[in-house]
T-cell receptor, first 113, second 112 residues
Framework: DVKVTQSSRYLVKRTGEKVFLECVQDMDHENMFWYRQDPGLGLRLIYFSYDVKMKEKGDIPEGYSVSREKKERFSLILESASTNQTSMYLC????????????FGQGTRLTVV | EDQVTQSPEALRLQEGESSSLNCSYTVSGLRGLFWYRQDPGKGPEFLFTLYSAGEEKEKERLKATLTKKESFLHITAPKPEDSATYLCAVQAVGQAGTALIFGKGTTLSVSS
């Protein structure tokens, strides 16, 4: 079975902190994604990566950055956490070619206080 | 602009009462349409992929169909364990990378 593992299920951080969310997949997938999910807004794409050290902005990249130093690991960084970044964060991965389904991690519920 | 709309937002059914969820999409070109199930506090779980109009896929009590403008997720004789949020997503030609565009979901509640 494909496994996408996010480092934390729940996180509470203070405003202004630098926050790291880690995601690891064990299926040698080329593509990895970070989404956030909010009530009434659905899933929105923050960043994605189609190869090591490659990254592309999604729909809502402001206030976030990413790092992909190894194929299996994709990190989301909140440079200076703010209360409006309180959300559920979901990591996903998929293989090439592009028509394949994405597999999701269990999610990280981040609360910024 | 590529867009995915799901209806209804919420659906309450009695056990055994069959129904359908709708996903309508507006995209420049469809590469694939995906259905996911999401339980509270968890990540989405993949159900089906549909690629072309007329295609159908089945899994237990669920059947997904696709036309040129919409997809339906038919639930036959649902059970309480089918209660979840069902998400529809599309992968569009020209969409950045391989990312999916999601609808906001339909929350299904099945009571016994």
């Amino acid at each position: 079975d494909v496994k996408v593992t996010q480092s934390s299920r729940y996180l509470v951080k203070r405003t202004g902190e630098k926050v790291f969310l880690e995601c690891v997949q064990d299926m040698d997938h080329e593509n990895m994604f970070w989404y956030r999910q909010d009530p009434g807004l659905g899933l929105r794409l923050i960043y994605f990566s189609y190869d090591v050290k490659m990254k592309e902005k999604g729909d809502i990249p402001e206030g976030y950055s990413v790092s992909r130093e190894k194929k299996e690991r994709f990190s989301l960084i909140l440079e200076s956490a703010s209360t409006n970044q309180t959300s559920m964060y979901l990591c996903a991965s998929s293989s090439y070619p592009i028509h394949t389904e994405a597999f999701f991690g269990q999610g990280t519920r981040l609360t910024v206080v | 602009e590529d867009q995915v709309t799901q209806s209804p937002e919420a659906l309450r059914l009695q056990e055994g009462e069959s129904s359908s969820l709708n996903c309508s999409y507006t995209v420049s070109g469809l590469r694939g349409l995906f259905w996911y199930r999401q339980d509270p506090g968890k990540g989405p779980e993949f159900l089906f992929t549909l690629y072309s109009a007329g295609e159908e896929k089945e899994k237990e009590r669920l059947k997904a169909t696709l036309t040129k403008k919409e997809s339906f997720l038919h639930i036959t004789a649902p059970k309480p364990e089918d209660s979840a949020t069902y998400l529809c997503a599309v992968q569009a030609v020209g969409q950045a990378g391989t990312a999916l565009i999601f609808g906001k979901g339909t929350t299904l509640s099945v009571s016994s």
